[in-house]
């Protein structure tokens, strides 16, 4: 068992910035990729950023590249979101998640129930 439990959402300005945290306890091991994902209202859950925690490797959605940085802390077990020049297509409820594998893009029921996530936070950009 894997828990997650986010902090950081809010509600912005266009342009601004917030930054996302993810504690993680339990048996981690094995789930190397820690990773933020995003769903809006009416739409499917979608990969944001992704990080590996043996070595940092990252991954990023293409609409957020050079405005997002994904990072981690493995003494605290903690990955961090920062997300700067936030945009209004932006807002959505952010989930943390563990996994086995790398995963982007849509994120299917299936893909849901095999990897853990957290109970997510809300973010909200205002043009």
């Known amino acids: 068992q894997v828990q997650l439990v986010e902090s950081g959402g809010g509600s912005v300005q266009a342009g601004g910035s917030l930054r996302l945290s993810c504690a993680a306890s339990g048996y981690t091991y094995g789930w190397n990729y820690k990773g933020w994902f995003r769903q809006a209202p009416g739409k499917e859950r979608?990969?944001?950023?992704?990080?590996?925690?043996?070595?940092?490797?990252?991954y990023y959605t293409d609409s957020v590249k050079g405005r997002f940085t994904i990072s981690q802390d493995n003494a605290k077990n903690t990955v961090y979101l920062q997300m700067n020049s936030l945009k209004p297509e932006d807002t959505a409820m952010y989930y943390c998640?563990?996994?086995?594998?790398?995963?982007?893009?849509?994120?299917?029921?299936?893909?849901?129930?095999?990897?853990?996530w957290g109970q997510g936070t809300q973010v909200t950009v205002s043009s």
């Open positions: 998640a563990a996994l086995r594998r790398p995963l982007m893009g849509s994120v299917s029921p299936a893909e849901v129930r095999e990897n853990y």
């Open positions: 979608e990969g944001v950023a992704l990080i590996y925690s043996g070595g940092d490797m990252t």
